[in-house]
């Protein structure tokens, strides 16, 4: 869904909450929390937290602590 120079690809997707909503591009993030279609994350970190989101966006429950690190930081430099 991120992907492309814009790290979006425009799709509209319902990602389960019976809502189709367009994919965002990930550039300049760090300056648009709170993060989710629904605003449970006011930090990135939050986004990973099985709660805000789940695996609908992303397989996060096989994520180390380290890989959370790693993607947070990855996002901060978008």
């Given at each position: 869904?991120?992907?492309?120079?814009?790290?979006?690809?425009?799709?509209?997707?319902?990602v389960g909450?019976?809502?189709?909503?367009?994919?965002?591009?990930?550039?300049?993030?760090?300056?648009?929390?709170?993060?989710?279609?629904?605003?449970?994350?006011?930090?990135?970190?939050?986004?990973?937290?099985p709660?805000?989101?789940?695996?609908?966006?992303?397989?996060?429950?096989?994520?180390?602590?380290?890989?959370?690190?790693?993607?947070?930081?990855?996002?901060?430099?978008?």
């Open positions: 869904c991120h992907s492309g120079e814009r790290l979006t690809d425009n799709s509209t997707v319902d909450t019976g809502e189709a909503l367009q994919v965002p591009g990930l550039r300049g993030l760090r300056n648009r929390a709170p993060y989710m279609h629904d605003g449970c994350a006011q930090t990135l970190y939050e986004r990973f937290d709660s805000c989101g789940g695996d609908a966006h992303g397989k996060i429950d096989q994520l180390s602590e380290a890989d959370v690190d790693d993607l947070v930081a990855y996002m901060m430099s978008l």
